[in-house]
Nanobody, 118 residues
Framework: DVQLVESGGGLVQAGEALRLSCVTSGFWFDDYAMAWFRQVPGRDRKQIACIGVPGTGPFYADSLEGRFTISRDNAKKTAYLQMNNLNVDDTANYIC???????????YGRGTQVTVSS
């Protein structure tokens, strides 16, 4: 079965950092782009970062580049999202995704909640 399992979320104060992980199984990780979305209640999920197969990307939402860093470890079949200098607007459910390209994402995890307090 295909699985994408996120972890690393939690409650932090503004200015702090978190590192999210997405452990995957059930598909050939090396051949898939990996992305992170975030979603707040009542709104559609929004793609915030993506990293393709070697040599492609990474790509970031304009407002987040410089604070967030996406990476991948093909040996561990895991994607990461390093988030620095968090602010209250970063509060959301962070969802891991995979697909053949950053524009063709078809697999999704359930997410990990990040809450930033002021």
């Amino acid at each position: 079965d295909v699985q994408l399992v996120e972890s690393g979320g939690g409650l932090v104060q503004a200015g702090e950092a978190l590192r999210l992980s997405c452990v995957t199984s059930g598909f050939w990780f090396d051949d898939y782009a990996m992305a992170w979305f975030r979603q707040v209640p009542g709104r559609d999920r929004k793609q915030i970062a993506c990293i393709g197969v070697p040599g492609t990307g990474p790509f970031y939402a304009d407002s987040l580049e410089g604070r967030f860093t996406i990476s991948r470890d093909n040996a561990k079949k895991t994607a990461y999202l390093q988030m620095n200098n968090l602010n209250v607007d970063d509060t959301a459910n962070y969802i891991c995704s995979a697909g053949r390209t950053c524009r063709r994402l078809t697999l999704y995890g359930r997410g990990t909640q990040v809450t930033v307090s002021s």
